[in-house]
């Protein structure tokens, strides 16, 4: 059984899962009911008289890297002071929360060498933007299937373009998203990567498993990479993997 953990990396890990075994008819709670914490692979899944190891692997599109580039990596440090703000003030009011942020990069980027009183101020000023954008109900919250999915955010924004709301963990989880100008399919060339990333995985899954014969991958688009599956239906790779799943808040079988 796998149970609910306060290490994002592996929490997020199953929820990426769940698209997987929603198609094949398992609930959240019968999925961790099925499944065993594990890292090489990161999952094994109990199905039907087999058990079957699960790799996964977040997909994100590559953002250029020059020198001053303004892109997200450039605002990475303020970006991180703003979250972690956040959290420590959640905690506080004792309200535990676990949002994904997808902020005006543009206007951090130019705002990342302020001084440290300048700091505290836009700190002050995000948090504030935060609880109107949550009061005002522009958020989207991970799971809820009866919520429609907006393409055009609530105009005008400041420092936050979106909010995306996850389970809540045992503390506060804040992370921000890399942006993009919109949802648009995601580039077959990133998703080919990311399986021959984990391609060369399976060698040592089989040593330390012996007993495993099916090994599935899940490839993961999160959603503040701004990309859907859209365009993907009907596309087979060749892999060693026995089945290849790429998923979002839904999912499509590769092989």
Partial sequence: MFYRTDNIKKEREFQSILPITKELGYDEQETRNLITDSESPDFLFKFGDKTVGIEVIECHPEISRGKGAKNPLAAEKITREICKYIEESQDAKSEVVNYRIGFNFALL???????????????????????????????????????????????????????????????????????ARGAITIEH????????????????????????????LCVHIPMGTYRTLYGFEGITIKTLYDRVYLTDHTCVRLK
């Fill in 109 to 179: 980027f130019a705002l990342r060498k302020v001084k440290r009183i300048e700091k505290e101020r836009i700190q002050k000023e995000v948090y504030l933007e935060l609880q109107k954008r949550m009061d005002n109900g522009d958020y989207l919250v991970i799971g809820d299937d009866t919520q429609e999915l907006h393409t055009e955010w609530v105009k005008p924004y400041h420092y936050i373009r979106d909010i995306v709301i996850d389970k809540p963990l045992e503390k506060s989880i804040v992370t921000y998203s890399y942006p």
């Fill in 189 to 216: 060339e990133f998703v080919f990567k990311a399986i021959a990333e984990k391609e060369a995985k399976i060698a040592s899954y089989q040593k330390e498993h012996p007993d495993i014969k099916e090994f599935w």
